[in-house]
């Protein structure tokens, strides 16, 4: 399946194509269909193979730009932290979205004005 057949906003789909994503990986292909009719999902794959952007992607396309915190994804590390917030912040630029991460080992209070 291809990512231009989603019915996904124009913008997010730009991007994937500007990104030289074309075809879904598994992962992407089993749960992105599911999420986007609202049910929850579980997924287990390898490094690389597209699992962030599986549900980023999803989440973002149901975000409403300026109408305050929608989303917290959390994750068990610092890194994976960074790289959802990366994800987000990439693809959801164009759309107005604003992403911010908070974690362990730096100031709270600079990450709380963010939020």
Known sequence: MKFQELEFNKQIIDKTIE???D???IIQEKCIPKIMMGYDVVGQAETGSGKT???CLPILEKIKPREGLQT????PTRELCI????VFKDFGKKLGIRTTSVYGGV?????????
């Open 19 to 21: 990104k030289g994503f």
């Open 23 to 25: 075809e879904l990986t």
């Open 53 to 55: 952007m599986a549900f």
């Open 72 to 75: 917290v994804i959390l994750t």
């Open 83 to 86: 790289q959802v917030k990366n």
């Open 107 to 115: 100031a709270i209070g600079p990450q709380i004005k963010r939020i």
